[in-house]
Nanobody, 119 residues
Framework: QVHLEDSGGGLVQPGGSLRLSCVAS????????MAWYRQAPGKDREFVAS??????????ADSVKGRFAISRDNAENTVFSFLQMYRLKPDDTALYYC??????????WGQGTQVTVSL
């Protein structure tokens, strides 16, 4: 079983930056991919970015390409995933969730961290 804890959200002005963090614990060797999703009020949850745990191949939603950067750090029994967000826009306002794609098991999700981009 994999447990995720995400953090780092907050209030930031348009054009500002923020860094989200996710810590995975438990059976982390079974994690294939770490990802970030977001859900704005009244909208469906959407994919933001992902990165494979072993090789570090990253993918991004078109809406965040060139502004967001995902990374990961593998430690003993722990996997860290970071989402560095630059040039934030009001449309980036959402509840951001960390997700782990776990081989042979259900995906794991964090509890969510709120990002608000506003003056």
């Amino acid at each position: 079983q994999v447990h995720l804890e995400d953090s780092g959200g907050g209030l930031v002005q348009p054009g500002g930056s923020l860094r989200l963090s996710c810590v995975a614990s438990g059976h982390t060797d079974s994690i294939h991919t770490m990802a970030w999703y977001r859900q704005a009020p009244g909208k469906d949850r959407e994919f933001v970015a992902s990165i494979t745990r072993a090789v570090g191949i990253a993918n991004y939603a078109d809406s965040v390409k060139g502004r967001f950067a995902i990374s990961r750090d593998n430690a003993e029994n722990t996997v860290f995933s970071f989402l560095q967000m630059y040039r934030l826009k009001p449309d980036d306002t959402a509840l951001y969730y960390c997700k782990a794609v776990v081989l042979g098991s259900n995906d794991a999700w964090g509890q969510g961290t709120q990002v608000t981009v506003s003056l």
